[in-house]
């Protein structure tokens, strides 16, 4: 992630207007007769503000040392001329101006973040440790201090500024994003995305979107906060199918309230649609390993070339069809997001293409199959018994199941629906429903299926053959 640093506590350049330094000097002597070097003091700041540093600068040089305004106009000459190039000269004067009150962090922020500029990481570090000891409060004196230590490659230096800022003030977003580039750029991605997380959640609402924001807090662990921010978009989006099911994902369920029985059609097509483009890069970044687990298991359990007639039951973008391709002698994919099929279908290893529900579809299947492969697809449901019992009238006596889904704990529910948004069942629900179904249960391989936010995501991959 490329870091930029543009964090000042001050202005290195006075604002756009501004007519009068920052003690208020006005340009009358105490005679009534117009003060010559305050009213150079005040147009170089004109000019400055313009960005004309050539005429800020003669300006500045026609203040009197005698001048109130002298050492003022002295620190903004430095920061004209750095603007000019002539960043020695510029240094050399700004420590001049800051030597010469002792007291302005401000100053001796502006000569920090000018030796920033110019590379010279260590005079400012030096710089800014001074400024906070003076004023240690001032949570963006960290920040610059946190980011220059960043430069040079002290992690612990710069995490421990950069922490500071967020202590002193917990809504600094440049601090939280500074931090968790910090992180992403040590190789410490959960770090990274809490922390990214972290400023979000404190940036002003209209610059958030509820959907990010409700998966913020999600990361956070704050479900609460989460169910809070889906509760309202449900109510003011309410044929939105997302909020909807996000909300039921994280809302708190007291006693004997009921779940979903499975993810609506409209949440799977919209949320699908949204991101088929990306969805395999997701995947890779969740270190999906379904593909990888359904190679290994055809490889063992079938010959390639055995000329099977396969169904891909919720296909998506055609990810597993490399994988099956090679034991089938016709494929057909099924699944309910549109522009997923439109990216299986440039595979060109599907003989055809069926935007439909999976049960829908097997209701009106025909021919049976050898293999029905559903992979990834069943943690959008939850009840799985009428999906079971639809795969078994469509695949031929001796024929074979291969599916996923995630694991959850035992308890006196069959499945729950996570936080996550998707569902996970118990073992001994996917044992039972085989059974009932009509299936001998082959294989039984829990494993890993994905990482999310750096933890393992339990799961099972299975194959079964109908009786």
């Known amino acids: 992630m490329s870091q ?33 070097s305050l009213l150079a003091f005040e147009r170089a700041l004109q000019r400055h503000a313009e960005g004309d540093y050539v005429s800020a600068v003669e300006l ?8 109130p305004a002298f050492h003022e106009g002295q620190h903004f000459l430095g920061i004209a001329l750095h603007h000019l190039g002539q960043h020695e000269q510029a240094v050399k004067i700004l420590r001049a101006s800051v030597a010469a009150t002792g007291d302005r962090v401000d100053w001796a922020n502006n000569l920090g973040n000018i030796l920033n500029a110019q590379g010279r990481f260590d005079e400012a570090i030096e710089v800014f440790a001074k400024a906070v000891a003076k004023a240690p409060s001032q949570a963006l004196l960290w920040i610059n201090l946190g980011a220059t230590h960043d430069r040079l490659v002290q992690f612990k230096q710069a995490e421990q ?7 002193l003030e917990p809504h600094s977003q440049e601090a939280y994003r500074l931090l968790s580039a910090l992180y992403e750029r040590h190789q410490m991605q959960i770090e990274a995305v809490r922390t990214y997380c972290s400023g979000y959640i404190v940036a002003p609402r209209e610059s958030t979107t509820p959907y990010l924001l409700g998966k913020a807090y999600y990361v956070l662990g ?16 309410p044929d939105n199918p997302i909020p909807a099911h996000l909300y039921a994902a994280c809302a708190r369920r007291d006693g004997e309230e009921t779940i979903p029985e499975r993810c609506s059609e409209d949440y799977v097509n919209v949320t699908f649609d949204e991101y ?13 390993r379904g593909p990888a687990l359904l190679e ?7 010959t390639q070339g055995a000329g099977l ?18 034991y089938a002698a016709s494929m057909i994919g099924v699944d309910l997001s549109g522009s997923m099929l439109d990216i299986a279908r440039q595979r060109g290893l599907y003989e055809a293409l069926h935007k439909a529900e999976i049960g829908t579809f097997l209701s009106h299947i025909q021919t049976p199959y050898d293999l029905i492969a559903c992979m990834d ?22 024929g074979f199941l291969i599916f996923t889904t995630e694991v959850c704990e035992e308890g006196t529910k069959p499945y729950q629906l996570n936080p996550s948004g998707r569902y996970s069942h118990t073992t001994a629900y996917l044992h039972s429903v085989m059974e009932q179904c009509g299936f001998d249960c082959r294989i039984f391989n829990l494993q890993t299926l994905r990482t999310e936010l750096q933890a393992p995501v339990r799961g099972v991959i299975v194959l079964a053959q109908r009786r």
């Open 4 to 36: 930029t640093y543009t964090s000042p506590l001050y202005t290195s350049q006075p604002a756009a207007g501004l007519l009068v330094s920052h003690n208020d000097q006005t340009t009358t002597a105490d005679d009534g007769t117009i003060d010559s």
């Open 60 to 67: 500045y040089g026609d203040i009197s040392p005698n001048s």
């Open 309 to 326: 007639h396969v169904l891909d039951a919720g296909c998506g973008t055609g990810l597993c069809a490399p994988i099956l391709r090679p």
């Open 296 to 302: 290994q298991m055809m490889a063992e359990s079938f």
């Open 377 to 398: 697809t069943l943690i959008y449901f939850g009840a799985i018994d009428q999906l079971f019992a639809q795969f078994a009238a469509t695949i031929k006596p001796n």
């Open 161 to 167: 500024a950069y922490q500071t800022a967020i202590t």
């Open 222 to 237: 704050r479900l609460e906060e989460a169910a809070e921010v889906y509760r309202q978009w449900k109510e003011a989006e």
């Open 276 to 288: 088929a483009d990306h969805f395999e890069g997701k995947l890779s970044q969740l270190d999906y």
